[in-house]
């Protein structure tokens, strides 16, 4: 029998525990409930422990965002399988059937994601995972059902059961072990992307990350960092590029950060243009809070295999904004499509 400990984050986040906690309760009976409370100073821990006693509550000392703050919690738990879930996603009557069924039968694969479709927008899939997330070679990420900020409506299209590259944050599905053999979620990233890379160490050990149709959660999404919040634009800018130093193999790593770099130029410019200044001025940020943890990141990457495969498209940007196309399966040359 496998164990299931659901961890949900918390921080200030009392309304959406009164929204959303109840369900995760009600369709969760086979697994444990935990709150990780990173340092809230709302009343959130009261509430959970006066209306949901069956809930188990881990107040962290501090607000070390989304990799710390589910680190120090994850440490506690004896469960199998970790199931770190966003606060402001919806769960599903038997939603855990599916993920639990994968883990039982498929033991290569050390994590799992369900189909995300948005919360406010029920028939379309939601920006943070939709149905399972790829990167081009330049670590851009982008998801079937999603590709920068164009969204499908979910028509069935990705009712298939299949291998993904990253699955979201907003609801990963981990084993233990893979969880702390691979390194956990790097701190240094406090949040936004730092589930890419944990998924980019599960395949460098050989591991496979699963999307499966049949578990189905609604996703707010932007519950903490919206999309025109400049801190987003500042993370996902410099965390991407710890991805890419962390994981591309060696004879590729020069000329794929040396691009990079070149479209991040663009992509600033690209808001100074439309006058969002401080989004300019926080991808200016993101490169130099990069560069001054270059040598430490540099440091993490000798100690993890790179596989040469990461990629399933050379350039999401050139697909995209050159050549207008907007949905998954319009792209060429995919190893998930069959």
């Keep these: 029998m496998i164990t299931i400990g659901i961890v ?9 525990l009164k929204q959303f906690l109840p369900d995760v309760i009600k369709y969760s009976p086979e697994a444990t409930v935990y709150i990780a409370d990173n340092a809230s100073t709302d009343a959130s821990v009261q509430f959970v422990k006066e209306n949901f006693p069956q809930a188990i509550v881990i107040q962290n000392e501090i607000n070390g965002g989304y990799s710390k703050g589910y680190n120090d919690a994850l440490s506690k738990l004896t469960e199998d399988v970790f199931i770190l ?7 599903t009557p038997y939603w855990l059937e599916p993920i639990t069924s994968i883990f039982k039968n498929e033991p290569e694969v050390a994590a799992v994601q369900p189909k995300i479709l948005d919360y406010k927008k029920p028939d379309h899939f939601e920006y943070a995972g939709a149905a399972g997330g790829f990167i081009d070679q330049f670590g851009y990420p982008y998801c079937r059902g999603r590709i920068f900020d164009y969204i499908e409506k979910d028509d069935g299209q990705y009712d298939d059961e299949v291998d993904i590259f990253w699955a979201s944050g907003a609801c990963l599905a981990i084993r233990k072990n893979r969880f702390y053999e691979v390194g956990g979620l790097d701190e240094d990233y406090f949040a936004h992307q730092e589930e890419i890379d944990l998924c980019w160490r599960l395949h460098n050990f050989g591991f496979k990350v699963k999307y499966t149709p049949n578990s189905l959660v609604y996703h707010i999404g932007g519950a903490t960092l919206n999309s025109q919040n400049p801190k987003k634009t500042f993370y996902n800018f410099r965390n991407s590029l710890f991805n890419l130093v962390k994981n591309v193999p060696s004879n590729k790593i020069i000329l794929v950060i040396f691009v990079r770099l070149i479209l991040d130029g663009l992509a600033a410019f690209k808001f100074l243009f439309e006058l969002k200044f401080e989004h300019f001025t926080a991808i200016l940020k993101a490169h130099l809070s990069f560069y001054h943890y270059l040598p430490k990141t540099l440091e993490k990457r000798q100690k993890i295999p790179n596989i040469p495969g990461y990629f399933s498209k050379i350039s999401i940007v050139w697909s995209h904004y050159l050549e207008g196309i907007n949905i998954y399966y319009d792209l060429q040359g995919f190893r998930s499509k069959k």
């Design 8 to 16: 949900i984050l918390n921080w200030n986040g009392i309304e959406l």
């Design 85 to 91: 879930l966003n606060s402001d996603v919806q769960v």
